[in-house]
């Protein structure tokens, strides 16, 4: 499938930036699927202003994959999202391991009706980048593709500005995540696409969960044989805001309002660093990252949205002093969740 046969509303949606949520999988306390749960998550996001969704990626858990369940969860929530509103909304299904693998969940995530593949690199780490761009390459046939920079402490692949431009010059390509935390590499990312002519056909979605509303509010400016090009990240794909989805929304439109304007709002500036402090708990930054889908689930699970925190590796959870942590967060940021809003609707998702 070529970008250009998406649906207009679908391929404008991801042009102009939008909010999707990276989807969590709600399981029972024997660590199955949750069903129940994992459609009112899916509600949850459509109700709360979400542009589409995003499945089967790192806050997913990469595991659906071993135990069965990557077809079975990227279906319940395409019906879930088909049978719970008539707008337009982006369906992106994460896509990883080597090219075979790839390849297959490629066809199966288009099969089911998604739009886009969001391409983790983490299984090429000890692949050439000529390798790498084949890999590329391959998958683009698929479906059309999101790229992924993953953050290393994740298990990110760390790619040049050169990757990036070749990455960006496949015709398939149509948007990519950037989320290596980190602002050298978030850079290089940008040079690449600019190097690549492709500025107009990618569209830049920020993935830096500790930086959000800066990525989404400042003007980029990319500077080349004394030519400056000006760009910006249009949208967000985080796993941060897979919880407060509601409140995030709500930033998002406010980033975007404060885009291209001659000043932007001190209030605004000063919100990114409350955004990263409640991030700094939920992703377990203390603890190198180890409890950021447990921590996820702790906020999800506060708010009947799950059962319980628990993963698909028993060993995964929440980290020594992180519950802590979520606690002080949840109290000192308290006017950014979204409380009142799931409790109001918590009943009719769950039905």
Sequence with gaps: MHHSELNSEVRRLI???????????????GRKLDRNHQRALTRYYIDAGAGGLAVGVHTTQFAIRDVGLYRPVLELAAEA??????????????LAGPTQQAVREAQTARSIGYHLGLLSLAAMKSASEDEIVAHCHAIAQ??????????????????????????????????IKIAPFNRYRTLDVLRGVAAANALDRVTLYTGNDDHILLDLTLPFDLRD????TRTHIRGGLLGHWSVWTQSAIRQFEACKAARGKPSVPADLLALDARVTDCNSAFFDVANHFHGCIAGCHEVLRRQGLMQGIWCLD???????????????????????????????NLQKWLA
């Design 15 to 29: 042009a102009d930036g939008t909010v999707l949520p990276a989807h969590p999988l709600a399981l029972d306390a």
């Design 81 to 94: 999202a088909a049978t719970w509103t008539k707008r337009p909304l982006a369906l992106v299904a994460g």
């Design 142 to 175: 698929q479906i059309p593709l999101v790229g992924f920079y993953l953050q290393p402490a994740v298990g990110g692949v760390i790619l040049s500005a050169n990757f990036w431009r070749r990455f960006a010059e496949i015709d398939n390509v149509v948007a």
């Design 225 to 228: 044989k004394g030519v400056t």
């Design 314 to 344: 028993p060993g995964e959870g929440l980290s020594p002093g992180q519950l802590e942590e979520i606690d002080r967060v949840c109290n000192e940021h308290a006017d950014l969740s979204d409380d009142d809003f799931v409790a109001a």
